[in-house]
């Protein structure tokens, strides 16, 4: 699965970008966060998770059935307001069907 992540262009927008592939069909969909160390130390990068899980279940309709998503984010994210995450994430989302 990796590699179809690798193989796949991220849609960006402010500090956040996506990653979209396809899954078997009948598949739910599934999310996976890339935070890396750049970001912050352990209770940063856990507390960024959180807040874009939180803004993900506001936006769990607009997740297409049978696809898989990496959402990745830079440093930017953790000092971005939730509206401007969540812009970032709809304009990501929306990118990536």
Known sequence: MFAEFARVRPRRDGPLWVRRIALPRGSTPQVA???GRKVGNAVTRNRLRRRLRALLQSHAGEL???SAYLIGVDPRA???S???LDRSL???LLGVR
């Open 82 to 84: 939730s509206e401007d």
């Open 78 to 80: 953790v000092d971005a």
């Open 64 to 66: 297409q059935d049978s």
């Open 90 to 92: 709809v304009t990501c």
């Open 33 to 35: 966060f890339a935070i």
